[in-house]
């Protein structure tokens, strides 16, 4: 078992920042990748960014140049730093863990970019 919690999210003006922030507690020695998802009104819940216990990294088109997924040793600590950001990056943002073969959510964030 995993449990996550979001942090850091907020409302900001268009180009502005964000840090947010994921703490994973439980059996963090088994979790293999952690990623950070978005979901809009309206809209399905579409990946992020992922990291990998290895340090794979990955962004989304739509976020690359301007987020950057960062961990510490442990995978106990996930962050999405967010600059540069767009109204259209407003959404609900969630961190998941993946532990082979399950899979283990937050409850996520909300993150408003609006003048």
């Known amino acids: 078992q995993v449990q996550l919690v979001e942090s850091g999210g907020g409302l900001v003006q268009p180009g502005g920042s964000l840090r947010l922030s994921c703490a994973a507690s439980?059996?963090?020695?088994?979790?293999?990748?952690m990623s950070w998802y978005r979901q809009a009104p309206g809209k399905q819940r579409e990946l992020v960014s992922f990291i990998t216990r290895g340090n794979t990294i990955n962004y989304a088109d739509s976020v690359k140049g301007r987020f950057t997924i960062s961990r510490d040793n442990a995978l106990s600590m996930v962050y999405l730093q967010m600059n540069s950001l767009k109204p259209e990056d407003t959404a609900v943002y969630y961190c998941k863990a993946a532990v082979f073969p399950e899979e283990y959510w937050g409850q996520g964030t909300q993150v408003t970019v609006s003048s």
């Open positions: 439980g059996n963090i020695f088994a979790i293999n990748t």
